[in-house]
């Protein structure tokens, strides 16, 4: 598995949500970016066979939805 697919496709999420223009979408664009981002996170780690936690969500800051 290549991690770097992983940021590729999280990468594309965020431009759609940029030009999305529905709040509702972009808020799901943006959480697919995230979702994106953790797996290709984790599979870095698995890849440097780190035996320890998995990383944690990204830090990409969250949507207030209000």
Not at 21 to 46: I, P, S, Y
Not at 50 to 59: D, H, M, T, V, W
Request: proline letters at 5%; charged letters at 30%; glycine letters at 4%.
């Amino acid at each position: 598995m290549n991690p770097g697919k992983f940021y590729q496709d999280a990468e594309e999420c965020l431009r759609l949500a940029d030009r999305a223009t529905a709040d509702e979408d972009k808020a799901l664009l943006v959480d697919l970016a995230r979702a994106w981002l953790m797996l290709g996170e984790q599979v870095e780690h698995v890849h440097e066979r780190n035996i320890g936690e998995l990383p944690k969500a990204s830090n990409l800051a969250p949507i207030d939805r209000q």
